[in-house]
């Protein structure tokens, strides 16, 4: 029996090889994601609650006419004047 190279080796030897001429190189490109213009220079912060609070925003957001984002908004700006800060949610 003959004694094989490592595969160490082989992989030097195929980066040694040059490209062949039909081959394509791939160049990663990451893609860059639309974002709305709402969401620009926000983050999102994600928070857990029982399905009956879910639930109880959702038709209270029905009856008002009001979106989660706008009640929490209107929740943040509240605890902080709640606590002498600047009510900046938006």
Known sequence: MSKQGSLVDALRKEDLKPAKAD?????????????????AGKKPMTVWFEPDVIKQLKMIGLQEG???????????NDFFS???KSRIAR
């Open 23 to 39: 081959e394509h190189v791939t160049v990663f490109n990451p893609v860059s994601r639309y974002v709305s213009p709402c969401r």
């Open 66 to 76: 009001m979106t989660i984002q706008s009640m929490t908004e209107e929740a943040l």
């Open 82 to 84: 709640k606590h002498n």
